[in-house]
């Protein structure tokens, strides 16, 4: 089964409204972990990432928290705008190639 | 995005017939990785490879082979493609740093 779990889709916000999408795993050992963004019509791209317990992620006001006590790397936001509009996936490293695999993805539109 | 791109980027093709996708990097990474993405399903691994003649099957390699007889060209073959291929196939280069994806091919299977 899929050791990445986000929340279901699609998120719906207003305009510089507080965002937070769900992310938990299961792993063995200590997976780098990542957040990925997709825009309409393109590849993803790395959004951020976080190696270690306790470290933090953060790029263009979003942040993640790497917590291994709850297995969790939720993404965050405090004030969204429409451009940040597009699918979101948690993605963590898995076995001894260190291949990145990838939750579900979940869409987030953003309102004006 | 410079460093890898993807081709073609549509193709539409009938059932039963075989088809190559290419995925070409100017990064000289030695690891590539060939993903689809679906509705529902997120981003699966198909194929990786860490070198050059160096490749092994990911999650969903049922139907699908791979080639890397260069540092910079990874090919995708579906040798005799079904509908249950249609998808958007993804091509990247990376590490457990982080990958960074082609943009895609769309491939249709009537």
């Not at chain 2, 529902?40 to 990911?58: A, E, F, P, W």
């Amino acid at each position: 089964g899929n050791s990445v779990t986000q929340m279901e889709g699609p998120v719906t916000l207003s305009e510089e409204a507080f965002l937070t999408i769900n992310c938990t795993y299961t792993a063995t050992g200590y997976p780098s972990l990542f957040w990925y963004v997709q825009y309409p019509g393109e590849g993803l791209q790395l959004l951020l990432k976080a190696t270690k317990a306790d470290d933090k992620g953060s790029n263009k006001g979003f942040e993640a928290t790497y917590r291994k006590e709850t297995t969790s790397f939720h993404l965050e936001k405090g004030s969204v705008q429409v451009s940040d509009s597009a699918v979101y996936f948690c993605a963590r490293t898995e076995g001894r190639d260190d291949k990145i695999i990838f939750g579900k993805g979940t869409r987030l539109h953003i309102l004006p | 995005d410079a460093g890898i791109t993807q081709s073609p980027r549509h193709k539409v093709t009938e059932t039963g017939t075989p088809v190559t996708l290419r995925c070409h990097q100017t990064e000289n990474h030695r690891y590539m990785y060939w993903y689809r993405q679906d509705p529902g399903h997120g981003l699966r691994l198909i194929h990786y490879s860490y070198g050059v003649k160096d490749t092994d099957k990911g999650e969903v390699s049922d139907g699908y082979s791979v080639s890397r007889s260069k540092t910079e060209d990874f090919l995708l073959t579906l040798e005799s493609a079904t509908s249950s291929q249609t998808s958007v196939y993804f091509c990247a280069i990376g590490d457990r740093g982080g990958y960074t994806f082609g943009s895609g091919t769309r491939l249709t299977v009537v």
